[in-house]
């Protein structure tokens, strides 16, 4: 496994953020989500000084259902970013991190009327419009607040990024957005025009994510900026922004290239920058959504071993106490990662084993033909590269509690959620009293 962060190896014990595993085991117990946060500043950082125009103004969305918690939306605040919500839970989550409401961005392709009004009554900074019929939809739940509100639309802009089939989100067949080639566009962007309660600040595009190829980038920058001139002309306005999405790519396994985050966002802003002026077209505002590239390899999660057993056929699992529950993404697309045997990292023999979890489905395991070091009960397993999609993505499948998320730097550890409990589980449940005959 390569080490990210403040990932080091004293005496044969893994540390992050100068707190040894095992200690962190100890205090919190397992599964157990850990985040670096140095890990998560060095990224934001060089999305910042990265990407910088003299020619408009940037700004950076965290995409929160990369990771959400209460303790995430006020970090992600110290440092000036602007956060989206999908959600009325998400929504509700980044409210109660008091965050400047002006600087949270509302997207979904079905949002509920609820959801709007929460959005509206909040004086949230913009809602992204998924389709037609949420322009009315909108603008009536403005109309009863007496507010107006700050709105982008959705394209789909028909680039087919290179990714995973499940996460490509701008090919013609996409649930989301509203296609630049659909024949009734024009009518739709005028029917936000000419909508007075709406705003209308520009267009959207979201292509993909774990997207390692530029030129998709540069491909949608380029259909965007012509698109928007477009618009521009034919209605006589100024269409003062653009918003090119999140998607960044991030190194999970030897598969993957390293990203170098602020070289990435200086070629996007060239390409911005060369298109503009290539189009004699300008633009004030540029906006990004990255989600996984500031929280992926930042987070890890740490195991404890229950078991093993060799099968029949010869495959050898190792069994952990967390799984699908926790993580999702192998199951769901088969995702890849690395792991290692965190308590035992100068053992020089390794054999190769599948990290199953706990769960009643033959699809949960974590990592198959993972090179370990040969474990037994209670060692400590770290998968690295799981802060994206994760947590967010948990689920109480057979019941499971959904583990604790932790914060380490410099030595010390911040509780952000603490574990659930039975009790927690049990708490929407109510009784069901009728007699049966
Ligand atoms: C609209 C939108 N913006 C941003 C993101 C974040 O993508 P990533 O986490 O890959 O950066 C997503 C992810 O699906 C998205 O749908």
Known sequence: MKFSGTMKNVDGVLEIGGVSVTDLKNEFGTPLYIYDLEGMEKKIRDLKSGFTSKKFKTNIVYASKAYLSKGMAQFIEKFGLHIDAVSGGELETIFSADFQRDKIHMH??????????????NSIGSIILDNRDEIDRVGEVCKKFKKNMDVMLRLNIGIDAHTHEYIKTAKHNSKFGESIFDTEIDEIVKKIINREELNFLGFHCHIGSQIFDEMAFCEGVYTMVKFTKEMSQKFNIEIPDINIGGGFGVRYTEEDT????????????????????????????????????IVAAAGSTLYTVGGEKKTFGGEKYIFIDGGMTDNIRTALYSAKYESVVANKLNETKKEVVSLAGKCCESGDVIIKNARLAKCSLNDLILVSCTGAYGHSMSSNYNKALKPAVVFVKDKKSYLISRRETYQDLLSTELDFLLEVE
Request: glycine share 4%; proline share 2%; net charge negative.
């Open 108 to 121: 979904g392709n079905n949002k509920s009327l609820d959801e709007i009004e929460m959005c509206v009554e």
């Open 258 to 293: 390293d990203v170098d985050l602020k070289k990435l966002m200086k070629k996007i802003i060239d390409c911005i920058e060369n298109t503009l002026e290539e189009e004699e077209f300008n633009i004030q505002n540029v906006w990004i959504e990255p989600g996984r590239s």
